[in-house]
């Protein structure tokens, strides 16, 4: 008997899942979308300025390349159209049980118990597909309640508020802000970027794709197929380079110092712009706009410690800076994986407890004592080089082939030696990466350690992806 699949989340991850089964002919499975859309991290990030920092044929499934991308970096609607395309396509839109919140996930001994909008059902596979970057993190600032004005996160922005004229406060410049303050920059009347700690930044080489340029890549699949690999492959090449301990002193550190050094021409904005730390311990942005927007007239940089918000404003250790609107791009409460959801295993394991000194999961896909469930973008799956498409793609790949083991009731679980093993070669492997380092990041739980990022080429996490499952896995 063929399985039903439980798929939660409608974004990339959930989509390629729903996508592959439909072409294996398997179409028990249901999608279920908290929100009334699909896309995820693209339908919620819709602030001004909102894009990717991925080469746009390369941000895309492998098995539906798209000639209709106008930009060489895709801009969120385009995105957002792309998964909507796709969603068309393969006809996967009609499985997908929008406004449905999955609330609790329950191994009752033999399959899957999951509960949403107050309804129970029962599934024998639950691929968990809600992403790292889909939880607004706020930060813990006193007062925030207090201010009269309006106030958002980057990620909720808040369309019905016009800008013009306005005074705004962005506190944060990681890399949502530096695409936003452009923009925001444009229409505020003053826009003050609030910044705890700088970020490397390095030029985004962004272009338009002009009609013809599209129409040949339409009508010369074999020209999109040919780009599209030598920018996975000159990707691929720049891991070491640029985020490998001792590599990047150098390399990262000259490129994106000359770029600030052209870009600011004020020595003292250009020191408060340059970083203490090595380049790639926290996400590098990459963008050519965010620079000349803190130079403009109407444009400050904050670093005086945030005391309070207040009525008025934000307070800080020197002075109140009045605002209109604060908008907080503060990032994402990306080590808590699964969160808000409640996730029990066999014997009653509650994952957030397992969890709770940091997530982790075989290959980022599977964990002892859960068994027939799988994760997609999972615990030490980003990048910091290369498009997670791909890694989804592989992550996909290696559940298709555990399904035919999961048929007429059988349960697949990682085995515990195989999760030491895993765990051994995580550690090794990461003590090389400059993610170690001592810098704050969104990659790493507040006591350092590091549960977002793989630490080694895709084609390598590919190989061990596609390894047969037999050989990592038991039958509970």
Request: charged content about 25%; hydrophobic content about 35%; overall charge positive.
């Amino acid at each position: 008997m063929t399985p039903r699949v439980a798929i939660i989340g409608a974004g990339f991850g959930g989509l390629c899942m729903a996508i592959r089964l439909e072409r294996a002919g398997i179409r028990s499975y249901t999608i279920f979308e908290k929100a009334g859309g699909l896309g995820g991290t693209w339908r919620d990030n819709s602030y001004p300025g909102a894009g990717c920092d991925i080469p746009s044929h390369l941000y895309s499934y492998s098995f539906e390349k798209y000639a209709s991308w106008t930009r060489r970096y895709p801009e969120q609607p385009e995105i957002l159209g792309y998964l909507e395309h796709c969603a068309d396509k393969y006809d996967v839109r009609r499985k997908i049980r929008f406004s449905t919140e999955v609330t609790d996930a329950t191994f009752d001994g033999s399959r899957w118990q999951l509960t949403a909008s107050g309804t129970t059902e029962a599934f024998d596979v639950l691929v968990m597909a809600v992403g790292q970057l889909n939880r607004p993190r706020l930060p813990d600032i006193p007062g925030m309640d207090d201010f009269a004005g309006t106030s958002f996160h980057s990620s909720r922005w808040d369309h019905s508020q016009d800008l013009t004229g306005r005074r705004v406060a962005v506190i944060g410049s990681g890399s949502s802000a530096a695409q936003l303050i452009p923009p925001v920059a444009r229409q505020a009347e003053r826009l003050e970027v609030f910044q705890r700690t700088p970020n490397w930044v390095i030029p985004k080489p962004d272009a338009t794709f002009n009609a013809a340029a599209r129409l040949v890549f339409r009508f010369v699949p074999g020209l999109q197929r040919a780009y599209r690999e030598y920018i996975y492959r000159y990707a691929e090449a720049t891991l070491y380079p640029a985020l490998a301990r001792g590599w990047s002193e150098d390399l990262l550190r000259r490129r994106a110092l000359n770029h600030l050094r052209d870009q600011v021409k004020d020595p003292e904005l250009r020191a408060r712009l340059t970083p203490d730390y090595p380049p790639g311990c926290k996400r590098v942005v990459i963008d050519s706009r965010f620079y000349p927007a803190l130079t403009r007239p109407n444009v400050d940089v904050v670093t005086d410690k945030i005391v309070r918000i207040t009525e008025k404003g934000v307070q800080t250790t020197e002075s109140v800076h009045e605002a209109d609107t604060i908008v907080y791009a503060t990032g994402f409460r990306s080590t808590e994986f699964l969160a808000p959801m409640r996730v029990t295993g066999r014997d009653g394991v509650d994952l957030a407890t397992r969890w709770a000194g940091g997530a982790e999961a075989y290959l980022g896909i599977a964990a002892p004592g859960f068994p027939n469930m799988f994760l997609l973008y999972g615990p030490n799956t980003n990048l910091g080089h290369n498009s997670i498409i791909y890694m989804i793609e592989c992550q996909v790949d290696h559940i298709m082939n555990c399904l035919p083991h999961l048929s007429d009731g059988r349960r697949l679980e990682v085995r515990p030696e195989v999760m030491d093993a895993w765990r051994r070669r995580l550690d090794e492997a990461m003590a090389r990466m400059v993610w170690g380092d001592g810098c704050r990041s969104w990659y790493k739980t507040a006591d350092g350690r590091v549960t977002n990022n793989w630490p080694g080429t895709t084609m390598l996490y590919r190989r061990l992806t596609a390894k047969p499952p037999r050989a990592a896995y038991r039958e509970v």
